[in-house]
C-alpha cells in the first residue's frame, strides 16, 4: 500500500492503522458468520448412508425425505433379511435388522424377533419369501407383499400370501424402524 497523498507520516500511519484496523474486523465478522453457518449445516444436513449395502436403483436423501427408490431397496432388504431364514441364519439376519430400529421402539421389536426366531429354531424351519410388489406411497409406511413359503427340511408346509408392514421414521438422513409387523402368517 501506497499512501502518498498525504503529506506528512504521521497521516500515513493513522490511515494504514485505520484500514488495518477495519479489514481485521470485517474478517472477524466474517469467520463468526462463516463458523456459525458450517455449525448449523452439519447439525441439520447429515447424510447417512445405511442399508441397503447393494443398490441397484438411484436413490437421494434431503434431510428427512427418502426418495421412493431408497424405500422400495430397504423394504426389499429388510424383507429378505426378515423373511429368508433358515435355522442356521436366523440370528444373523435378525441381528442386521436390529441397528435400523429406533430406540423408543427398540425393546418391542426386539422382543417380537426374538419370538420369531425362537419359533423358527424350535421347529427346525426354513423359510422363503418372493416378493410380487412394494407399496411405498403411503407417509412413513413401506407395505412389502409376497409369498412365503416354509420347509421343514425338503417337504413344504405351507404356503401363503403375506405382507410386511414396515412404519419408518427418517431423521437427517438417517431411517429408523418404528415398527415391523407381518399379516396373514399365523405362527
Known amino acids: 500500500m501506497d499512501f502518498k497523498i498525504f503529506n506528512n507520516m504521521k497521516d500515513n500511519i493513522l490511515s494504514q492503522n485505520a484500514l488495518l484496523k477495519f479489514s481485521m474486523i470485517l474478517l472477524t465478522v466474517s469467520n463468526i458468520y462463516l463458523v456459525n453457518q458450517v455449525i448449523t449445516n ?28 431408497y424405500k422400495e431397496m430397504i423394504g426389499n432388504f429388510i424383507a429378505h433379511n426378515l423373511l429368508n431364514v433358515s435355522v442356521n441364519n436366523a440370528n444373523v439376519l435378525v441381528s442386521n435388522i436390529i441397528p435400523l430400529v429406533h430406540s423408543s421402539t427398540y425393546k418391542t421389536v ?32 413401506i407395505v412389502v407383499n409376497g409369498s412365503i413359503s416354509d420347509f421343514i427340511t425338503t417337504k413344504l408346509l405351507r404356503t401363503k400370501d403375506v405382507n410386511l408392514e414396515i412404519d419408518y421414521e427418517v431423521k437427517y438422513g438417517q431411517f429408523y424402524i418404528i415398527n415391523l409387523k407381518l399379516n396373514g402368517l399365523t405362527e
Do not use: A, C
Not at 427346525?124 to 410380487?132: N, Q, V
Open 42 to 69: 452439519s447439525n441439520s444436513k447429515k447424510t447417512v448412508f445405511l442399508p441397503p449395502q447393494n443398490t441397484y436403483k438411484e436413490f437421494w436423501v434431503s434431510g428427512d425425505v427418502v426418495s421412493e427408490s
Open 110 to 141: 426386539r422382543v417380537e424377533l426374538k419370538k420369531m426366531v425362537n419359533y423358527i429354531i424350535s421347529n427346525d424351519i426354513s423359510r422363503s419369501f418372493h416378493i410380487s410388489t412394494i407399496n411405498t406411497h403411503m407417509k412413513n409406511k
